[in-house]
C-alpha cells in the first residue's frame, strides 16, 4: 500500500511539474522559431522571388557568391534619391569582383512610375519591384531606404534604416571583398 501511495504521489509531482513547465516549454520553441526569422546579422538573407521590369522573376538566391547590397527605396523618397548615384558607381566599379546592388522599389504605383525613374538616373544594375510578402520576409520595412549587405554565402553582414554615407558604403563593401 505504501509503495501505491509513494509511486502516486510521485505521479502527481511529475504531472504538476509538467502542468507547470509545458507553457514555458511551448513557449521557449515559439521564441526559438521568431528568432530564426528575425533579420539581423549573421542570420541568412530571406529568399525571395520578384518580377523585374521585363517581367522575368529574380531571386535573391541568383546572386548567391557575390556581394549584395539589397536596397529597398522608392521614387518619391529623397535619401533614396541621394544614394542611387553612389550604386551606380559601386555597381560600375565593382561589378567585375563579385558584387551587386540589387535594388528593390517599394512604390505602390508599380512600374508606371518606376520604369521612368530607372530610365532618368541610368541605373546600371537589377531592380524589382516589391510587395507586401517580401516586406513582411524582411521584418516589415519602417523606413527608406533599408539596405542590407549580405555576404557571398547569403548572410545579412550589416542593416541599415535610412541613409549612410557613401564612404562608410565604400569600407563596408570593402570590408567583404568587394575591391
Given at each position: 500500500?505504501?509503495?501505491?501511495?509513494?509511486?502516486?504521489?510521485?505521479?502527481?509531482?511529475?504531472?504538476?511539474?509538467?502542468?507547470?513547465?509545458?507553457?514555458?516549454?511551448?513557449?521557449?520553441?515559439?521564441?526559438?522559431?521568431?528568432?530564426?526569422?528575425?533579420?539581423?546579422?549573421?542570420?541568412?538573407?530571406?529568399?525571395?522571388?520578384?518580377?523585374?521590369?521585363?517581367?522575368?522573376?529574380?531571386?535573391?538566391?541568383?546572386?548567391?557568391?557575390?556581394?549584395?547590397?539589397?536596397?529597398?527605396?522608392?521614387?518619391?523618397?529623397?535619401?533614396?534619391?541621394?544614394?542611387?548615384?553612389?550604386?551606380?558607381?559601386?555597381?560600375?566599379?565593382?561589378?567585375?569582383?563579385?558584387?551587386?546592388?540589387?535594388?528593390?522599389?517599394?512604390?505602390?504605383?508599380?512600374?508606371?512610375?518606376?520604369?521612368?525613374?530607372?530610365?532618368?538616373?541610368?541605373?546600371?544594375?537589377?531592380?524589382?519591384?516589391?510587395?507586401?510578402?517580401?516586406?513582411?520576409?524582411?521584418?516589415?520595412?519602417?523606413?527608406?531606404?533599408?539596405?542590407?549587405?549580405?555576404?557571398?554565402?547569403?548572410?545579412?553582414?550589416?542593416?541599415?534604416?535610412g541613409l549612410i554615407s557613401k564612404a562608410e558604403w565604400l569600407r563596408e563593401i570593402d570590408a567583404l571583398g568587394g575591391t
Open positions: 500500500m505504501r509503495k501505491r501511495a509513494m509511486a502516486a504521489i510521485a505521479l502527481g509531482g511529475l504531472l504538476a511539474i509538467g502542468w507547470w513547465a509545458w507553457p514555458k516549454l511551448l513557449h521557449t520553441a515559439a521564441q526559438a522559431i521568431l528568432d530564426s526569422r528575425v533579420i539581423r546579422p549573421g542570420n541568412m538573407a530571406p529568399e525571395f522571388t520578384l518580377l523585374n521590369a521585363q517581367g522575368t522573376r529574380i531571386h535573391l538566391s541568383d546572386y548567391r557568391g557575390q556581394i549584395v547590397l539589397l536596397n529597398f527605396w522608392a521614387t518619391w523618397c529623397v535619401p533614396c534619391k541621394a544614394e542611387i548615384p553612389w550604386f551606380i558607381d559601386f555597381q560600375e566599379q565593382r561589378r567585375a569582383h563579385g558584387f551587386t546592388v540589387l535594388g528593390v522599389s517599394m512604390d505602390e504605383d508599380g512600374w508606371k512610375v518606376v520604369t521612368p525613374y530607372m530610365a532618368e538616373q541610368k541605373m546600371n544594375y537589377p531592380v524589382v519591384l516589391g510587395d507586401e510578402k517580401v516586406n513582411q520576409l524582411y521584418g516589415g520595412i519602417v523606413s527608406l531606404p533599408t539596405s542590407l549587405l549580405i555576404d557571398r554565402k547569403g548572410r545579412i553582414v550589416q542593416i541599415h534604416n
